[in-house]
Structures are given as C-alpha cells and as structure tokens.
Nanobody, 118 residues
C-alpha cells in the first residue's frame, strides 16, 4: 500500500502565503515525479507544478509558487506566495510511484483546501 498525505491548506488573505506539504509512505521502491494539481469548484483538475530533476509550472503560478522535494525524496512541498482569489481550490498531491513488487502507477493524496479571501 502507498499513501500520500497532504497538509498545510487553509484560509489566507489575498497577497498572503501558504506552504503545502505532502509525504508518501508505504511499500515504495522508488518515486519518479511528484507534483501538485488543483481543482476549483465547477472546473477540471489542472496541473500546478511538477518536479523530477527539474521543475515545471503552470503559467498562472510561475514566479509566485515554488515546488521542492525533501532530502528523502518522498516528500514534496509547494510554497505559494502572492496568493490570489483565483488560487482558491482543492490542492492534490501526486506521485509517480514504483511500489515494491508492483507496477509503476500514479498515486494521489486526499486533497487539501486552499481558500484565498479577505
């Protein structure tokens, strides 16, 4: 079993900052890419940022969000600065995992709510 657990969401005023964390645990042989997606009410889930050896960002968050991985490589963080109302969404952690004794597949966290409002 592989689990991804997110933390760090909440309510923040426009212009504020939040840091999301995600930790992968379980029967993991290796993790390739990790990242964050988000889904706003009435909209499709969209890519926010991913990281392997390098990082990739949606245009809407470039220069405001920074993705990074922990030293153990099973954690991923998303530092969100200069938050806007349109960043309000449920944020999902993603990991491309090779489980022990199984085939590589994507795993998702349960989601954490980020609300940007005054």
């Amino acid at each position: 079993q592989v689990q991804l657990v997110e933390s760090g969401g909440g309510l923040v005023q426009p212009g504020g900052s939040l840091r999301l964390s995600c930790a992968a645990s379980g029967s993991i042989f290796s993790i390739n890419a990790m990242g964050w997606y988000r889904q706003a009410p009435g909209k499709q889930r969209e890519l926010v940022a991913t990281i392997t050896s390098g990082s990739n960002y949606a245009d809407s968050v470039k220069d405001r969000f920074t993705i990074s991985r922990g030293n153990a490589k099973n954690t991923v963080y998303l530092q969100m600065n200069s938050l806007k109302a349109e960043d309000t969404a449920v944020y999902y952690c993603y990991a491309d995992v090779l489980p022990i004794g199984s085939s590589r597949r994507p795993y998702w966290g349960q989601g954490t709510q980020v609300t940007v409002s005054s």
